[in-house]
Nanobody
Framework: QVQPVESGGGLVQTGDSLRLSCTAA????????MGWFRQAPGKEREFVAA????????HYADSVKGRCTISRDNAKNTVYLQMARLITEDTAVYYC?????????????????WGQGTQVTVSS
């Protein structure tokens, strides 16, 4: 198993940039595909981005494509979500998730391990 722990959230202004980090303690981090999800108040948890084992393949939700970049450093057991040109609609709790294997999942049910979440609040 891996134990994802997110960090880097906070209160920012529209147009700002923010980098979220997720450190997943456990053996063989490089054998887990990783994803970022977010959940705003009153809404269901939604897919944001996912990254393959090697980090060479990524996938993004249409709502963030062009504004977010997911990356990973397997040597540090860490996955990142670089967010730019933030808008108020980005306000949510952001969750890091992991699943063993090569699949790049876009649904919550595809992932087995979840972090506690980190709050991102974007004010106008």
């Amino acid at each position: 198993q891996v134990q994802p722990v997110e960090s880097g959230g906070g209160l920012v202004q529209t147009g700002d940039s923010l980098r979220l980090s997720c450190t997943a303690a456990g053996r063989m981090f490089s054998t887990y595909s990783m994803g970022w999800f977010r959940q705003a108040p009153g809404k269901e948890r939604e897919f944001v981005a996912a990254i393959s084992l090697s980090g060479r393949t990524t996938h993004y939700a249409d709502s963030v494509k062009g504004r977010c970049t997911i990356s990973r450093d397997n040597a540090k057991n860490t996955v990142y979500l670089q967010m730019a040109r933030l808008i108020t609609e980005d306000t949510a709790v952001y969750y890091c998730a992991a699943v063993r294997g090569d699949a790049i999942g876009v649904r919550t049910v595809e992932y087995d391990y979840w972090g506690q979440g980190t709050q991102v609040t974007v004010s106008s």
